[in-house]
């Protein structure tokens, strides 16, 4: 009984990397893909880029022969040898990916995937800092004004690493609150992605790493807490001696580890001025909303027929040979999967967006309704971390301009009718107020407040200081101006 329960981890273990591929093809904006595409293409003798007058490769079965794996994109479902354990050649486990990325075999409307519409002209943004990812994300976890306030001063104490660099205590006296306060903070910020963040070192970020993973995985987590050291100096036997078990799964527990970030923070964000196109745009026809997926930059894809011909042949080649071309088939097809599960995931939350929030379409910002990640991903059967994914560092054109994905979703205040309106349209009504207001009497903080709560809007003046600061409004003794 032990000898399966290892081998059944053993399996569990080998299938992250390939995972963790397919997650960052869903998490890249479309500029980014195409290179990662191209790049592929270079290293990739299974791949080729369709020519134009080719049929699409949405359409085409990718015919072999006996065990060899098979893809039919026509329906967007691939065939891929498994074993008992569900497990494909290359330890892909088809339960993991489902898990992640299932749709029920939705499909994208015609129109969206035959449109020819020209791409948007290329837009101009600065990236955010992770200091402001992280902020963004914290705002829609929040329960209470202190928990963000706590939360915002751990973020504050980040060092380039992502790692915390002020103990918990010395945050604690700082913000005049109990200890425990700030631990649970922390451990709502350590939730955030990127996965790792605000660790206190390297074992804690690479724990809080695996502890996020899809699967949990025992025996990795057990390296990382109890043999550091022997991990850094790959000392896999003493290893598997210390937690009795073998070298092969001690390997692959590693192997997991290897694909960790260990310093989150780095790498991950930058205040540079970047070009963007939009990933998706929505389109108004009559009272509809359509939705497009722009990904027409991306090189379409098909599997080689000169190399698949080859392994038809395969008694005429040797086994190394066969094993190379077979592996690169399997990366292959996962790759063109992969980026045609990313589209589907895209347009399926966006879709989702735009029935949501229909009244800011339609009127405006004013109306932008709250909205979180884990609403999303309950409506569309995923993961609330795949939504966070597929919606970072995308932009949508829509027809009240060009937005980031992440701009439609915030936290929620009340109404004085007891409804609920985003903090984004609090912030709007704000800007609408100070621009009301006479340039020699400007509205102090708690005058806004006021005027707030007449329009119906429950908020309070340290928010709308908050708030003010956020839209880079300057205090009122700073905004009278004299004639």
Do not use: C
């Amino acid at each position: 009984m032990p000898l399966n329960i290892e081998l059944k981890n053993e399996q569990k273990l080998t299938i992250t990397p390939m995972l963790q591929h397919a997650l960052k093809i869903l998490q890249l904006p479309t500029l980014e893909l195409a290179n990662l595409v191209r790049d592929e293409l270079a290293e990739n003798p299974m791949l080729e880029e369709k020519e134009s007058d080719e049929v699409s490769p949405m359409e085409v079965s990718l015919d072999t022969d006996g065990e060899m794996p098979a893809l039919e994109t026509g329906n967007h479902t691939s065939e891929v040898t498994l074993d008992a354990a569900g497990v494909g050649p290359l330890g892909f486990d088809m339960e993991e990916w489902n898990r992640h990325f299932s749709d029920d075999g939705y499909e994208i409307p015609k129109y969206e995937q035959n449109s020819q519409n020209e791409l948007p002209e290329v837009q101009v943004t600065r990236s955010p800092s992770l200091e402001e990812h992280l902020l963004w994300q914290l705002r829609l976890v929040s329960k209470t004004e202190d928990e963000f306030h706590l939360g915002e001063l751990i973020i504050g104490n980040l060092d380039d690493r992502g790692f915390l660099s002020q103990p918990v205590e010395d945050i604690a006296r700082e913000a005049e609150v109990e200890t425990e306060k700030v631990e649970d903070a922390l451990a709502l910020v350590q939730t955030l992605e990127p996965s790792g963040i605000a660790a206190r070192n390297v074992i804690e970020s690479l724990l809080i790493q695996l502890r996020n993973l899809p699967e949990r995985n025992v025996l990795a987590e057990r390296i990382v807490e109890r043999h550091f050291e022997a991990l850094e100096r790959r000392q896999v036997d003493k290893i598997a001696k210390a937690e009795k078990t073998t070298r092969e799964a001690v390997l692959a527990a590693v192997t997991v580890i290897a694909g960790l970030d260990p310093f989150p923070g780095r790498h991950q964000f930058s205040d540079s001025v970047e070009y963007v196109i939009p990933d998706v745009v929505v389109e108004k026809h009559d009272d509809d909303y359509i939705i497009l997926v722009k990904d027409d930059s991306l090189p379409e894809l098909k599997i080689s027929r000169t190399y698949r011909q080859m392994l038809r042949q395969r008694g005429e080649m040797s086994e190394e040979t066969k094993h190379y071309l077979e592996e690169k088939l399997q990366k292959a097809i996962w790759l063109i999967r992969s980026i045609e599960q990313r589209r589907k995931t895209l347009y399926r939350v966006m879709e989702t967006i735009v029935d949501v929030q229909k009244e800011f379409f339609e009127k405006g910002v004013e109306f932008l309704r709250p909205l979180t990640l884990r609403e999303i991903a309950e409506r569309v059967s995923l993961h609330e971390s795949t939504i966070s994914r597929v919606t970072s560092r995308k932009y949508a054109q829509t027809p009240r301009g060009v937005f980031e994905l992440k701009y439609f979703f915030s936290s929620q205040l009340k109404t004085s009718d007891g409804g609920e309106i985003s903090s984004t349209s609090v912030k709007a009504a704000l800007a609408e107020q100070v621009s009301q207001e006479e340039p020699k009497h400007p509205f102090s903080d708690q005058r806004l407040t006021s005027l707030l709560n007449q329009r119906g809007f429950q908020i309070a003046r340290r928010t709308v200081a908050k708030y003010r600061e956020e839209l880079n409004i300057l205090p009122a003794s700073r905004r009278r101006r004299l004639e």
